[in-house]
């Protein structure tokens, strides 16, 4: 759980009152996320979350919340961002740039079983489908500018296997670069604790704050490193069909992106590997944080590279 700015109830009134919700009512931090600070907020008309962003500048915020917004209107379960009385999405709130969207059903489902996948990959194309006309438009923050520069501040704190493991992949990646695939709008973080479920039903997708414009194949590897490990960090083959399947008949996948398959898992295991590794060592400072172990996604790197997976359809 992070909160690196902590909202008084004074605040958060006086905040509110840009916006046509009603008076607060209760206030609760949220025991997730390690990038931004939030909070359950519920007034006299409804139940909302707050978020205060800590890295992301004003510029970049219309992208964001645009992109929810335009998902929502399509029917896409996601967080709709709330207009103040002026139209605006975002406003200041103890000096940090600070949103109010609504706030979905469900909650999240940490061992997905093979329908829940089959659900998921179906709503994976089903994103990807009714962001391709989304008009924004935002190089993906965490690709591989992002990695070298990354690479450059973890290395003091690795050993000179993992050192060499990860210079032999960012050269791996950049003599495999992915321009050529089908792109728009993607999510880029849609792990298992970002899409809450009612039921075998998917309730909402939400944190879309690493979102940006890159391939839509790589979106999906980010997915399958997640959904459908064992905890050996090796592909269960089973739960990998089921999610592709569901994704392919909703959004047909080309035969380049299918030979691209083995490069972007690569891909998605290395860039939260890197990201797990800023945030253990070079953390920010926060009232409560508890960063994920970066060792997982060293593991399941290593797993795609000595046991390179095809496209499994």
């Known amino acids: 759980m992070a909160v690196f700015t902590p909202v008084s109830r004074d605040e958060l009134n006086a905040w509110l009152t840009r916006y046509d919700v009603g008076p607060l009512l209760e206030q609760n931090a949220i025991a997730a996320g390690i990038e931004n600070t939030n909070y359950f907020v519920t007034t006299a008309q409804g139940r909302f979350v707050l978020t205060l962003f800590e890295k992301l500048q004003p510029a970049e915020l219309p992208y964001y919340l645009g992109l929810m917004d335009h998902l929502a209107r399509r029917g896409v379960p996601c967080p709709r961002p709330i207009p103040d009385q002026h139209g605006q999405f975002f406003n200041t709130l103890c000096g940090k740039p600070a949103s109010l969207v609504t706030r979905l059903t469900g909650?999240?489902?940490?061992?997905?079983?093979?329908?829940?996948?089959?659900v998921f990959g179906d709503l994976v194309a089903t994103l990807h489908r009714q962001a391709a006309d989304y008009p924004g438009s935002l190089p993906n923050p965490r690709g591989p500018s992002w990695w070298v520069a990354t690479a450059a501040r973890v290395r003091p704190f690795l050993n000179a296997q993992q050192n060499a493991v990860l210079d032999e992949e960012l050269a791996f990646q950049s003599r495999h670069r992915s321009d050529n695939l089908p792109r728009g709008a993607i999510h880029a973080d849609l792990f298992r604790d970002n899409v809450l479920f009612d039921g075998e039903?998917?309730?909402?997708?939400?944190?879309?704050?690493?979102?940006?414009?890159?391939?839509?194949?790589?979106?999906?590897?980010?997915?399958?490193?997640?959904?459908?490990?064992?905890?050996?960090?090796?592909?269960?083959p089973q739960r990998?069909?089921?999610?592709?399947?569901?994704?392919?008949?909703?959004?047909?996948?080309?035969?380049?992106?299918?030979?691209?398959?083995?490069?972007?898992?690569?891909?998605?295991a290395l860039r939260f590997w890197l990201s797990r590794l800023f945030d253990l060592h070079l953390p920010r400072p926060g009232e409560i944080i508890h960063p994920h172990d970066p060792t997982w996604f060293e593991r399941i790197l290593h797993h795609h590279i000595h046991s390179p997976s095809a496209w499994p359809l």
């Open 201 to 236: 039903r998917v309730g909402g997708v939400i944190d879309f704050y690493f979102a940006g414009t890159d391939a839509w194949l790589y979106d999906l590897a980010i997915v399958v490193n997640d959904w459908c490990m064992t905890s050996q960090a090796t592909l269960d």
């Open 240 to 268: 990998v069909q089921v999610l592709v399947e569901a994704y392919n008949a909703r959004r047909p996948v080309t035969a380049t992106e299918q030979a691209a398959w083995p490069v972007m898992l690569r891909a998605g």
């Open 107 to 118: 909650q999240s489902q940490m061992a997905p079983g093979l329908p829940h996948c089959a």
